[in-house]
């Protein structure tokens, strides 16, 4: 593989990285607010089942999603594949130069 395919397919692994970090924020805000939006329901009066739910269940706390898990996964596989092929194409260029010196 030539050194410009190495580092362009390493910029590309590392936005893919970046994305995949930014869906994984984005899910566990929105399951956040789910959970945050579930916790107001039970502790209002308004609906015949809010106080017994609260008195039986208590407070929801929020939990990762399984979306939030597999995009970090990708995020730190991409990460790691996008760094090494960064640091191999600027080896090759390195080693390139060196040998053309006298």
């Known amino acids: 593989m030539d ?10 692994c ?8 930014f869906i994984a924020i984005e899910r566990y ?13 039970m502790n209002q009066g308004s609906s015949p089942l ?5 008195g039986m269940t208590g407070a929801v706390k929020p939990a ?8 970090l996964f990708f995020a730190l596989i991409t990460g790691v594949g996008g760094g090494v092929l960064l640091v191999k194409s600027q080896s090759n260029k390195d080693a390139e130069n060196y040998g053309s010196e006298p």
């Open 3 to 12: 050194k410009n395919q190495m580092k362009i397919l390493g910029i590309v």
């Open 50 to 54: 809010g106080g017994m739910m609260k």
């Open 64 to 71: 990762t999603p399984a979306a939030t898990k597999y995009a």
């Open 14 to 21: 590392l936005v893919v990285c970046a994305v995949c970090v």
């Open 29 to 41: 805000q929105t399951n956040a607010k789910k959970v945050q939006a579930m916790n107001q329901f």
